[in-house]
């Protein structure tokens, strides 16, 4: 059986150079050998990296009091959450979990729909979500809402970090974008003119102070998900959580080299071209576009600020003080590193946009800091 980076060369030899993006798609998403389309990608202790739902149910167990609240301000008669990069459901699990136990008549009218790219992620998630089955259903293309579209909460946790990005480089002071092609049957990069027009865009938007090679990542489909989504939000809440920063930060004269990460069983590299479809490949998410989107398609930020913040806002104190058993010493210490900013508290972010509704009205903000970004 031909592996995949056999698979990827024999696309260059056939079709000439491909880009770094074009490769990120393979590795991750080619539907046989793909990291993710395989069911190689191992989320949690045992896999390959954590996120927040593989670290402890207090995650979505704090989500959902955010959704109580939102759901107060839709005020339909059936309430729809759409998950993206769903995974194993386990973050559906944990959410349908808290809000049947929490609020039942709320639990009784949510349509959970989930979206997700791996067929194995989903046969794990249908098997999790069993006991849910009334409330889930999947969906892999939000036109399928049909024209009025849907008024709920998006969710995406660490969702967009794995979309597929380009590479760029300032090179002879013009914008080149990095692609593969082979020398004596290897990979090499080489410098190109952009594979897409919006990379110029991009690029005279954030990276008009880089000099010669100087590079940065761009994810162009962070950007196109975020308006999808805006195109079948009648109204609601998107909710994108993820590392990554905003612009000046993340484009700053510290990081303008290659920043994006390869994870195999928790070790971390910079080398995408070993084992390619066993491992994870991600780049940190550029939050200033996508509230550039969002106010573009009538998006409003309500609230950028830490995953930590975020979770302490919506009471994860509140259920870490029900961990004061010594038998919950685990569950302590997992919910602490969702929270305390020298774990996952800090690093991570949290975008809250929202359209047709006064998102002040969330109590969570109102107590704490409406409007107020702090990171
Ligand atoms: C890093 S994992 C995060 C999983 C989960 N949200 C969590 O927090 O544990 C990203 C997930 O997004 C999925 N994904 C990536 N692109 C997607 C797309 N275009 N549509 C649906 N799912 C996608 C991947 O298959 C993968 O399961």
Known sequence: MRTLLEIIKEEIRKSGPISFRRFVELSLFHPEHGYY???????????????????????????????????????GESFTVVEFGASGGQLAFDILGALSRNHPELYSKTSYVMSEASP??????KERLERHRGRVRWID???????????????ANEFLDSLPFHRLKLYDGKIQEVFLFLRDGEIEEVLRDPEIEGIYDFSKRYLDGYSQGEEA?????????????????????????????????????GRRKSTF??????????????RVGEQDITADVNFSELMRIGDILGLATVEYTTQGQFLVDWGILEIFK????????GDRLAAKTLFMPEFMGRKFKVLLQSRG???????????????????
């Open 322 to 329: 029900t961990y004061d058993k010594p038998q919950n010493q």
């Open 217 to 253: 990542e761009a994810c162009l489909l962070a950007g196109k998900w975020l308006a999808e989504v805006g195109g079948a939000l009648q109204k609601g809440f998107v909710l994108s959580i993820d590392y990554g920063s905003l612009a000046p930060e993340l484009y700053s004269p």
């Open 141 to 155: 293309d939000l036109q399928k809402f049909g024209k009025g579209g849907f008024c709920g909460v998006v969710i």
């Open 261 to 274: 990460r390869c994870f195999y069983r928790h070790e971390l590299s910079s080398d995408p071209y070993t």
């Open 120 to 125: 194995a992620a989903v046969r794990t998630a």
């Open 357 to 375: 509704l006064s998102p002040e009205k969330l109590r969570g903000l109102e107590k704490n800091r409406p409007f107020r970004i702090i990171l």
């Open 37 to 75: 389309s395989s069911g190689k990608a191992r989320i949690g202790k045992r896999g390959d990296f954590y996120t927040a739902p593989s670290v402890h149910r207090s995650f979505g167990e704090t989500i959902s009091r955010f959704l109580a609240e939102a759901s107060l301000l839709l005020e």
